[in-house]
């Protein structure tokens, strides 16, 4: 899997975590190992400007989600295929990370994740949606952190 992370955002981060990140949930949700995605770091400015222009929202948000060949979990997607662009505001992400008491790492780790699920199709807004999405990446995240820690995730 091809996964480019691109820093813009004025904080300095492991972008290499992120990458690894990434192709962990991919493989995970069994994407075709030829996938491509690009996930931009950028600051609250930039994904003002973002939110604001594709979202018609006012102000920053976490993470925005641009899904190109509308890839799924599973599917025989000829190798190339891109599932997208992905940008996360670490700023915003800190600042909303006390809300949920998880550290900023883990803040921005569950929108990276969250991010993906979004790019493959999966959804929040109706409350069954919300239950499946919001498990899926709790479980990804959760298995995220044992591979992190050492642990053997089946």
């Known amino acids: 899997m091809s996964v480019e992370v691109l820093n813009e955002s004025g904080v300095d981060l492991n972008v290499a975590d992120f990458a690894r990140l990434a192709r962990f949930a991919m493989s ?10 690009v996930v931009k770091l950028v600051d609250e400015a930039t994904m003002t400007q973002y939110n604001e222009r594709w979202m018609g929202a006012k102000g920053p948000t976490d993470v925005l989600s641009f899904p ?3 890839l799924r979990p599973g599917d025989e ?21 006390p809300n949920f008491t998880r550290t900023v790492d883990d803040e921005l780790h569950l929108l990276t994740i969250h991010g993906i ?8 807004a109706e409350p069954e949606e919300e239950r499946e999405m919001f498990g899926l990446q709790a479980r990804l995240l959760t298995e995220w952190q044992g591979v992190r820690s050492g642990e053997r995730v089946e």
């Open 28 to 37: 995970r949700m069994r994407v075709h190992p030829g996938a491509e995605l």
């Open 117 to 124: 699920l979004h790019l493959l199709g999966y959804d929040h």
């Open 68 to 70: 190109m060949d509308e």
């Open 77 to 97: 997607a000829p190798a190339g295929g891109i599932l997208g662009d992905m940008l996360l505001c670490p700023q915003y992400a800190a600042a909303q990370s």
